[in-house]
């Protein structure tokens, strides 16, 4: 194995591990719902994440953050609070697969909310993609409106679509926060953020789990925390545009989890929208980092006149 080849190798084992276990998250975080209720579920895996990061917190003597910052991580935190109410209502009335396929738009929405928010440019091919994507869409849908119409599972699709809206925004303050804080400190602060909101709640909607629910409470948090952390760690350690096309086999493991722990299948209307999202998603990206080279090329050639 060549040295750049070697190189690469284990962060996209890595980032490869990561993505598995966000799906083996998504899985019990869907079993934990439905058996003590989407709120509780919510609740107590963020009081479990809040005290896991408080824990790494002190041990690796990571400093509090300054007020700027701490702005950054109060208003992601709420974001990411809607999102995952929002997604994980989704998963208790669709199969894994096919949320996980309808969530993939996100990368598409995000590049318009980077011109929007952070000013870059979208391009016609960029517009092409985001097209092809809003087809997968459509395509996934369609196996939604087709025969037998089921209301719930259509509201459980447009709660996946708006979750994808609030995880786009996400990334934009994901790319923000990356240069101001350590991966230990934005998921310590992100879980205690989500803590405090879904608090509010707490008078009405807390009770106390039984016993049974606590490992998967506690499954659900750490796979939080370690597949952040491999994420995390994988791309400080290798390029995006090797690692990006890795997020897409979460559509694998979803189909895998959710057919072994809750017996779904996935339709071909899935894996058909599955693909043309995937596909304007690539091509999107791949538009993206060759604009990035002929900067860098520009670049280069500067500084070696």
Same mark, same amino acid.
């Given at each position: 194995?060549?040295?750049?080849?070697?190189?690469?190798?284990?962060?996209?084992?890595?980032?490869?591990?990561?993505?598995?276990?966000?799906?083996?998250?998504?899985?019990?975080?869907?079993?934990?719902?439905?058996?003590? =209720?989407?709120?509780?579920?919510?609740?107590?895996?963020?009081?479990?994440?809040?005290?896991?990061?408080?824990?790494?917190?002190?041990?690796?003597?990571?400093?509090?953050?300054?007020?700027?910052?701490l702005r950054l991580h109060l208003l992601r935190g709420m974001v990411v609070a809607a999102m995952a109410a929002l997604f994980f209502w989704a998963i208790m009335r669709l199969p894994l697969?096919?949320?996980?396929?309808?969530?993939?738009i996100a990368p598409l929405i995000a590049l318009y909310l980077a011109a929007l928010l952070l000013r870059e440019r979208v391009g016609r091919q960029a517009i092409g993609a985001s097209l092809l994507g809003l087809v997968g869409v459509g395509v996934i849908l369609?196996?939604?409106?087709?025969g037998d119409y089921d209301a719930d599972a259509l509201l459980g699709a447009l709660a996946v679509l708006l979750s994808a809206l609030l995880f786009a925004w996400n990334l934009i303050l994901q790319r923000q926060q990356a240069q101001c804080a350590s991966p230990v400190e934005v998921a310590f602060f992100q879980h205690l953020v989500m803590l405090g909101v879904f608090a509010l709640g707490a008078p009405f909607w807390l009770v106390i789990p039984p016993a049974s629910a606590a490992p998967l409470v506690l499954l659900a948090a750490?796979?939080?925390?370690?597949?952040?952390?491999?994420?995390?760690?994988?791309?400080?350690?290798?390029?995006?545009?090797?690692?990006?096309?890795?997020?897409?086999s979460a559509f694998a493991w979803a189909a895998i989890?959710?057919?072994?722990?809750?017996?779904?299948?996935?339709?071909?209307?899935?894996?058909? =929208?599955?693909?043309?999202?995937?596909? =304007?998603?690539?091509?999107?990206?791949r538009t993206k980092r060759a604009d990035a080279s002929g900067h860098q090329g520009a670049h280069v050639e500067a500084g070696t006149v």
């Open positions: 194995m060549t040295g750049p080849a070697r190189g690469i190798a284990i962060p996209f084992a890595v980032c490869c591990a990561g993505v598995a276990l966000f799906s083996v998250m998504d899985a019990a975080m869907k079993g934990l719902s439905l058996s003590i =209720g989407l709120y509780n579920a919510l609740f107590w895996r963020a009081l479990a994440g809040t005290m896991l990061g408080l824990a790494l917190m002190l041990l690796t003597r990571q400093r509090w953050p300054t007020p700027a910052v697969a096919e949320s996980i396929a309808l969530s993939f369609s196996g939604r409106l087709r750490s796979l939080a925390f370690t597949s952040l952390a491999a994420l995390a760690w994988a791309y400080a350690r290798a390029e995006a545009q090797r690692l990006i096309p890795v997020e897409y989890m959710g057919w072994l722990a809750f017996g779904e299948t996935v339709t071909p209307a899935t894996v058909a =929208g599955a693909l043309l999202i995937v596909a =304007g998603c690539l091509i999107a990206a």
